[in-house]
């Protein structure tokens, strides 16, 4: 693990480039810096200098003689490799470079990134940015950065890639009242990236959830493991924004095409916990529910209301998006209909209906927290003429301190008339909103993050030690000796047999009597194809025939095949003929890998067959670290699914073999990295066992 303590809690920081010029970034960071309330040493260095802000201003950060915990760099970027060696020479661990003009500008900004980084690992110092707006940490208290002013103290880790929005989010903050433990801007990251922040900010025991800004992820692996870590103690969420390059590396396969831009990393944050948020309200919606609110324990959403109106559309909003309607106990329901006038509804959502003064929320909301049967609360308010809004606000609060195992959201519906409840809430941390749905999502949000976190719990990688990876070794390095990349289908049937993937019997014949032979062997009805790299629309050439019945038929075939090939490729190389044992028909799905640059490879399952890109139904998990749990959540998550559970009737297909194959394709990928695709379309789903038809295996 890397230490940041130094850096988050510094007991001295330079700040190299300080400036008496008003107007200047390094003016702004020395006067952020002394009115953050920091009680370390503040270093200003500047040659031209005595004196700056009152404090003693040093020519370089070797003059000043004392250990240096942070320096803060705002010199112009030609300055930057020379203060960075005296900042070295002065044994300062930390340097928050806010300079612009690094690797963003090109060429030559990446050349002097490179020297940046190399001189601080000479001297074992860490680097955050380049091209940065700098950190701040409220509970030090430091603020190194340029901003305008101070984040207001909280719980929120604020870690984002760019310095502009950390600018706005932070003004915006202001506004609205939200806290932060750290802010933290990672700019280039040409040395500590997210996995280090998202690290540092989970051991910091101020820091109740961890908001990320992402445009890119630099170590895949670490950061999924990091974020693994980091959730068992607090949640972690995610704007991702950009495409990744995902898919585009093998869009030649049919698993490449149906990979979205951005699912490797909606299969990374899943696999690492982390939910992940699609707009920047939701991220700091469900920031906020996290440092004020309890997690719910289950799906289970009790309303309370007086407009029935807006009951109804929390109601949909809870069940499409997932969660339950809590069933009341007895109990509860005894109590609502002793206490609650005859027309109001007594049931979820509750009603107290429009003459409602604030004594039936008061009565209805802590009958529903003390329900075993409910995990969550959500509470409407429409602002009657007879109902003192105020008084409401009081009642959700202190329900709220009453009973803080159960998290409640609140949407007061409304303009002027709900404006001071809504501060009032705001001010003692109960998430409200506008209107019902947002504050059901925000529900949402938390229940997905704790189904999010069980998951990362339960379940180690599915690992099968019942193959044979020597062998797979061997017919790999016959294909590279070969000059090939591509696997002939006898060659990728016999990978599969070596992990235990069900394939249907193939093997290569380069005369009639071995044709005959191979049939014979395996079975008839068989189906032979010209085995050749360099022909791709075999049937259209004359180069595939079905339902061969007969050791005749196969002489006929192998002829025929061999025949109409040289016809019409006579430049291709031809190995010979396929004889493949033709299968019965089964329910048609795909099983495939496609590889992403950060995140490595990515299993597909979905539906399979020549629609295969048109039905564009798949779901991706990570290769690496896949349970069988997640196996299982993938075919569920498929349009597939409806088929192989026996849709209209039809007998259920062999599911758990299903999820075997998955699971095994996922360890041949893992064990040979040089995969570069793989696809298997269609593989037959039959009420018992499977059978993988058309394997293609291509290297790197
Ligand atoms: N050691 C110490 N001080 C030095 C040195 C040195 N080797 N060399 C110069 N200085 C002093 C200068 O004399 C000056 O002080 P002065 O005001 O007393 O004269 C001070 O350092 C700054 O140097 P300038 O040449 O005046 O540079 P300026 O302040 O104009 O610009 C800056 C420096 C801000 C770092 C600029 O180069 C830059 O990178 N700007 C962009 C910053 C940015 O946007 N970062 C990304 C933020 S994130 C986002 O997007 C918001």
């Known amino acids: 693990m890397n230490d940041l303590t130094s850096l988050m809690r510094p007991e001295s920081v330079a700040v190299i480039g300080a400036s008496n010029t008003p107007g200047k970034i390094g003016y702004a960071v020395v006067r952020n810096m002394m009115s953050s309330g920091y009680k370390g040493e503040i270093y200003p260095i500047n040659p031209k200098e005595t004196e700056i802000a009152g404090l003693k201003a040093y020519p370089t950060a070797i003059d000043v003689g004392k250990p240096i915990d942070v320096a803060v760099i705002c010199v112009p970027a030609k300055a930057t490799l020379s203060v960075a060696e005296d900042c070295g020479k002065a044994g300062v661990k930390f340097l928050i470079v806010i300079t612009a003009g690094f690797k963003e500008v ?22 955050v940015g380049p091209n940065v707006l700098g950190i701040i940490d409220t509970h030090t208290p430091f603020n190194a950065t340029f901003a305008k002013e101070m984040a207001l103290e909280g719980n929120i880790a604020f870690i984002s890639q760019s310095g502009a929005l950390c600018i706005a989010i932070l003004d915006w903050s202001l506004k609205n009242g939200l806290g932060f433990s750290q802010f933290v801007s990672m700019g280039n990251k040409a040395d500590l990236n997210e996995a280090d922040f998202i690290e540092a900010a989970s051991h910091d025991e101020d820091t109740k959830v961890i908001c990320l800004y992402l445009e890119d992820v630099v170590e895949g692996d670490r950061f999924i493991k990091v974020a693994r870590e980091a959730i068992q103690r607090v949640p972690v969420v995610a704007l991702k924004s950009g495409v990744s390059s995902a898919g585009a590396q093998a869009a030649s396969s049919h698993t490449g095409a149906l990979a979205g831009s951005d699912t490797a990393y909606s299969a990374a944050f899943r696999h690492a916990g982390i939910l992940r948020a699609t707009t920047m309200t939701q991220l700091f919606e469900l920031a906020n529910a996290f440092t004020t609110q309890p997690i719910p324990k289950g799906k289970r959403t009790a309303v309370v209301t007086n407009a029935g109106g807006l009951g109804i559309v929390a109601t949909d909003a ?27 509804n007594i049931y979820n959502p509750v009603d107290v ?18 329900d075993p049967n409910v995990d969550a609360v959500t509470v409407l308010l429409s602002p009657t003429a007879v109902l003192e809004v105020d008084k409401v606000a009081e009642v959700i609060v202190e329900a709220n301190r ?11 519906t409304g303009g002027f008339a709900v404006e001071q409840a809504v501060e009032y809430l705001k001010k003692h941390g109960v998430p409200i909103f506008a209107f019902p749905e947002e504050a ?21 990688e599915w690992v099968f030690d019942d193959v044979n990876s020597e062998r797979v070794r061997e017919i790999f390095d016959s294909v590279r000796e070969d000059g090939r990349d591509l696997l002939l289908s006898p060659e990728a049937a016999e990978v599969a047999e070596c992990y235990k993937i069900p394939a249907a019997p193939s093997r290569l014949a380069t005369s009639e009597d071995e044709a005959e032979r191979h049939a014979v062997e395996m079975g008839f009805p068989v189906v032979m194809k010209i085995s050749s790299p360099d022909i791709m629309h075999k049937t259209d050439i004359g180069g595939v025939k079905v339902g061969i019945e007969s050791p005749e038929e196969v002489r006929e075939a192998f002829r025929s095949i061999m025949e109409n090939s040289k016809k019409a490729a006579p430049e291709a190389k031809i190995y010979g003929v396929e004889v493949q044992k033709m299968m019965p028909q089964g329910d048609e799905v795909i099983i495939g890998m496609v590889k992403d640059h950060t995140f490595g490879p990515m299993v597909a399952f979905g539906s399979g067959g020549v629609l295969v890109n048109l039905l564009q139904d798949a779901s991706f998990r990570l290769a690496r670290g896949l349970t069988k749990r997640e196996v299982d959540e993938m075919i569920t998550e498929t349009k597939a699914y409806t088929i192989l559970k026996g849709f209209r ?17 996922a360890q041949l990928c893992r064990d040979f990295p040089e995969i570069s695709e793989l696809d298997i379309n269609p593989v037959f789903a039959y ?14």
Request: charged share 30%; hydrophobic share 45%.
């Open 318 to 344: 809870i069940e499409l998006g997932g969660l339950e309607m809590a069933r009341f106990s007895e109990d509860t329901i005894a109590l609502l209909r002793e206490k609650m006038p005859p027309m109001a």
């Open 687 to 700: 009420p018992k066992g499977l059978s993988a038809l058309d394997i293609k295996i291509k290297l790197s």
């Open 353 to 370: 209906i429009g003459d409602a003064h604030y004594d039936r929320y008061e009565i209805a909301l802590n009958a529903v927290l003390l």
């Open 440 to 460: 059901v999502s925000t529900l949402i949000g938390m229940t997905e993050f704790a189904a999010l976190s069980e998951a990362t719990h339960n379940g180690e």
């Open 106 to 127: 090109g060429k030559e900004g990446r050349e002097l990134e490179e020297q940046l980084v190399e001189i601080a690992r000479k001297y074992g110092m860490r680097i």
């Open 402 to 412: 009453k009973h803080p195992e159960k998290p409640i959201v609140a949407a007061f």
């Open 649 to 665: 009737g039809a007998e259920p297909d062999d599911i758990p073999a299903i999820a075997e194959a998955i699971g095994r394709v």
